[in-house]
């Protein structure tokens, strides 16, 4: 049963996983060096327990108790609770859902363990932590089985992240690509077909795709390039086909989470 | 030929339109008193000028200048050249993009407007800004006609949708749905088939609501609502269909962002 601590100093050293929530270049250390992710939400801490990572502490404001009562019964783990002026005080910002908790950080998923998927996203170099939640969410729920992100790509375990995925970064085997220059080559060498979602004149639509890949049952990994500029010429040019998403009324691309369900939707295995 | 006035006066009344841009009540607050949206980032404030909107100012660090010559060459608002500490100091944040533009609000579509349209998208209490971006910039890359918006959801013309829309919002026609209550009556009433996206028992799946549309040549409205709870009980009674995208490993739902895109690629005209 987890223990309860009230906390009314702001400075006290038991809250410092939980300072400067809103400040990612603090966070992206301090998460990394301590080994450690945040969890926002009754909701999504509940997910985040059930999918097994290891809470080290949760940090309450006293209305939260009740909705957690179950997973705080089973966990080791400290429960700080506060006021929600000092969880503020803080955290740097108001604590909406009213419950956070510090996990341990673990590594659940390596490359080699996609290997066998049918359907894989491959992130490049998407820097918004709210859209590689969104994609994440996007394919667990339309049913592919994984994401590989390149070295750049925004953290699916960064606080943003889990929030916008509603937790799917917890069940969603998803893994680094460590090697972004010959990464690739391992996907091939697996038998991917591997697909650039990109505007080019050279590039087939998305249902074009998706009849070809009915007809030849091949495994896909289907390639992100980052906000704006889209994907490197180095990935482009590896890609066994590029592909695109019809557009009208003058606009020229949806946004990358947009583009990536709707392709996600279209190239489901049916 | 637009004015050049150099500031360096971060308190200078002239910069009144640019002040807290992150401030969102402040914002709101004031870009209704005075009229005007702010528009961020030189491919934007292009597409708004271009699009019709009248330029009230600019605030430029010098360095844009050059880039939007030619917009600034044909308007006659003044040109506020700052430096980016100074931008920084005014608008409360780093302005990436390093050009702001301050635009006259006009309403520029009515409900009436849209009423001849093949396919709309209905928000009802999407509040946040990011995603009523992301879904205009579906709605018109997808060759949708336009989008309604219920009374609370949140302002295309705010920074930040405007941002993620890509200026989709200037040349998108969409409008308000001032009658919650009666709106969608006039729907129905102009021929269209009311579809409200939702997890329910009795939905059907997007792909057999698309057969039934391609089989009917029906006018299609399709609801969508807020983050979170959903669409109100009021407007679900009043759909013809509830439709769903089925979901895959014990995901619920996607963003509501994605599941608009999702949708409008789906349910497109063919």
Redesign the interface.
């Known amino acids: 049963m987890a223990h309860m601590i009230s906390i009314d100093d702001p400075h006290d050293e038991r809250l410092h996983d939980y300072v400067d929530l809103r400040d990612v270049s603090l966070r992206r250390s301090l998460e990394a060096d301590e080994g450690l992710f945040i969890a926002e939400g009754e909701k999504v801490i509940r997910r985040a327990v059930e999918a097994g990572y290891r809470p080290r502490s949760f940090l309450l404001a006293e209305r939260w108790l009740n909705g957690l009562a179950d997973i705080l019964q089973r966990s080791e783990a400290p429960v700080y609770v506060v006021d929600e002026a000092l969880a503020e005080r803080v955290t740097g910002f108001h604590v909406h859902r009213g419950a956070l908790a510090s996990l341990e950080r673990v590594t659940r998923w390596r490359m080699d363990d996609l290997l066998d998927a049918q359907r894989l996203v491959v992130c490049e170099d998407i820097v918004d932590h709210?859209n590689v939640?969104?994609i994440l969410?996007?394919v667990?729920?339309?049913?592919w089985d994984g994401a590989l992100l390149a070295p750049r790509a925004a953290d699916p375990l960064y606080r943003r992240a889990i929030k916008?995925s509603?937790g799917?970064v917890f069940?969603?085997p998803w893994a680094r690509l460590d090697d972004w220059r010959g990464g690739l080559q391992r996907l091939r060498e697996q038998g991917f077909m591997i697909a650039a979602m990109a505007l080019r004149d050279d590039s087939v639509t998305l249902d074009d795709l998706a009849a070809d890949l009915v007809a030849r049952h091949r495994k896909l990994a289907l390639l992100l390039g980052t906000e704006g500029d889209g994907l490197s010429a180095h990935w482009l040019s590896q890609a066994d086909v590029v592909v695109r998403?019809?557009?009208?009324?003058?606009?020229?691309?949806?946004?990358v989470?947009?583009?990536?369900?709707?392709a996600c939707?279209?190239l489901r295995i049916r």
């Open positions: 709210t939640g969104a969410r996007s667990a729920g339309l049913g916008t509603m799917a069940s969603l998403i019809p557009m009208g009324h003058g606009i020229d691309s949806l946004n989470a947009a583009a990536a369900a709707v939707y279209e």
